[in-house]
């Protein structure tokens, strides 16, 4: 059976709004018969995988997301001399092999847009470079099989972690490793409104001695639960047996949805937070969420603390009727000071310590990412210019 990495985080958010509805208020969600402020799955992966840790720490193994792939290729095109007739239709075949175009009306120029999110591996760019560079070179357009070489298996860590989906090709999606819950609070909590206004400092009020602007913004506050579980088998998978890359990968993730916030309204709330407690747990066991330790609403002066003492009742609880959900296990709680980051793969640590402040190990120097990229292609350019 594959072996699977569980996190649970308890972090405690102040007054802010994290991840808005469409109205502009929080995302909330009922449970337990009260409601619960909530953080999107969708909210918190974005916000990690742009984040500078994880940036700093695997800034050369990630992809891109884009719809305009295939006006960069164009623009890559021109910008090597060739005409923009055949500018537009090469990069229209190559832009093709990440998804459905989008359509046009009738007379309308054939545009480069893709209708979804391309998710984009760092390697399949550099292929789409190397053969916009021959098809320069030779002038002369794309044959079926260099297509098809642009799309081989990718490797990169944000689609080894949370997928691709490729409507227009099956063929090319990539289930994604780790499974991540919305984010919710462990208490009943209600969204309050802010009014406020804004003053127009040239105003001498001689005439009118109202506001400049008359605003309202909703925000809420709370200890929050978080789920992630990663397979950690099919993260090897995903990253085609690169052991190395899948523990700096899983490593940084748990640093980063320990230590990074989404950015909604940041400027308006400085709601930035550490997480304040943590569950690492490894083990080949069927996965399950501690969600179920918070359907009884905690209503209390010392929610943070209630809720480590009420997660860790229900663990040992499950582990009392089903046998322990994993191998090893370890914790921080930053109340008490006890443990520290935790490192789930088991008993080495690849922390580099400075006083208590942990550091990862970052991935490998951008140029040595580039040669090894480079030694990969290397087959595939080699069949390209012999052609």
Not at 42 to 69: H, M, Y
Not at 206 to 228: Q, R, S
Request: net charge neutral; hydrophobic share 40%.
């Amino acid at each position: 059976m594959s072996e699977f990495v569980q996190l649970h985080l308890l972090t405690s958010y102040p007054p802010s709004n994290l991840n808005r509805d469409d109205l502009g208020r929080p995302k909330t969600a009922i449970m337990g018969g009260v409601n619960r402020l909530r953080i999107s799955s969708q909210s918190l992966k974005r916000a990690w995988r742009t984040s500078e840790v994880f940036e700093e720490a695997l800034g050369d193994w990630k992809g891109i997301r884009t719809k305009q792939f295939g006006n960069e290729i164009k623009k890559m095109l021109l910008e090597q001399s060739v005409q923009e007739k055949n500018a537009q239709k090469w990069a229209s075949e190559i832009a093709a092999c990440f998804g459905k175009l989008k359509k046009v009306k009738k007379g309308e120029p054939e545009s480069l847009e893709i209708e979804q999110l391309a998710h984009i591996s760092p390697e399949e760019k550099m292929r789409v470079e190397a053969l916009v560079k021959i098809l320069a070179e030779e002038n002369r357009e794309p044959d079926k099989n260099e297509l098809k070489l642009l799309r081989k298996t990718p490797k990169a860590v944000d689609i080894a972690l949370f997928g691709r989906m490729l409507a227009s090709d099956p063929a090319y999606n990539v289930e994604a490793a780790a499974q991540v819950a919305h984010a919710i609070t462990v208490h009943p909590v209600k969204v309050d409104d802010d009014y406020f206004t804004a003053v127009d400092d040239l105003n001498t009020f001689e005439e009118d001695a109202g506001a400049a602007h008359i605003g309202e913004a909703t925000f809420g506050a709370g200890v929050f639960y978080l789920y992630i579980c990663i397979n950690r088998d099919l993260l090897l998978e995903n990253l085609q047996g690169d052991k190395s890359l899948a523990r700096k990968t899983l490593e940084a993730l748990v640093e980063t949805a320990a230590r990074v916030s989404p950015a909604g309204k940041q400027n308006s709330f400085a709601s930035r937070a550490y997480t304040s407690y943590m569950l690492a747990e490894k083990g080949s066991q069927q996965p399950r969420s501690l969600s179920v330790a918070f359907l009884k609403p905690i209503i209390s002066h010392d929610q943070l603390s209630d809720a480590i003492k009420v997660l860790e009742k229900q663990k040992d609880n499950f582990d009392k009727i089903y046998g322990s959900c994993s191998e090893s296990s370890e914790k921080f709680n930053v109340l008490t000071g006890q443990g520290t980051l935790p490192w789930p793969l088991g008993g080495n640590r690849l922390w580099e310590r400075q006083g208590t402040a942990p550091r990862i190990h970052h991935a490998l120097p951008c140029w040595v990412c580039w040669l090894q990229l480079l030694a990969s292609n290397a087959q595939t350019l080699s069949q390209i210019s012999k052609r």
